[in-house]
């Protein structure tokens, strides 16, 4: 059964920092792309980043990019969100997802076939 475990939410003041983690079980981690999404309150779920299979592409929203970084440790099966420079409209439930399709469209929830429960950050102004 695979399982996509997401964590490090919280709540931090704008302009401070945040590292997201999502572990994952029961799939061949290497072999997958991996992305997060974010849904605020209200709002459609939306692409933040994403990492290719073997960690050499990423992919980032306008909104978060040269802030959020996305990265890997494939012997860990993790992947790690750094997000800096946080502000308010940040806020959301952050969901790591992962995909075996080859080619994929990082930017498309309809792109990736397993979906963690969400971490929620809340970023005070």
């Known amino acids: 059964q695979v399982q996509l475990v997401e964590s490090g939410g919280g709540l931090v003041q704008a302009g401070g920092s945040l590292r997201l983690s999502c572990a994952a079980s029961?799939?061949?981690?290497?072999?997958?792309?991996l992305g997060w999404f974010r849904q605020a309150l209200g709002k459609e779920r939306e692409f933040v980043a994403a990492?290719?299979?073997?960690?050499?592409?990423?992919y980032y929203a306008d909104s978060v990019k040269g802030r959020f970084t996305f990265s890997r440790d494939n012997a860990g099966n993790t992947v790690y969100l750094q997000m800096n420079s946080l502000k308010p409209e940040d806020t959301a439930v952050y969901f790591c997802?992962?995909?075996?399709?080859?080619?994929?469209?990082?930017?498309?929830?309809?792109?990736?076939?397993?979906w963690g429960q969400g971490t929620q950050v809340t970023v005070s102004s």
């Open positions: 029961g799939l061949t981690f290497s072999s997958y792309g």
């Open positions: 990492i290719s299979v073997g960690g050499g592409s990423t």
């Open positions: 997802a992962a995909t075996g399709r080859t080619p994929w469209v990082p930017t498309r929830t309809s792109s990736y076939d397993y």
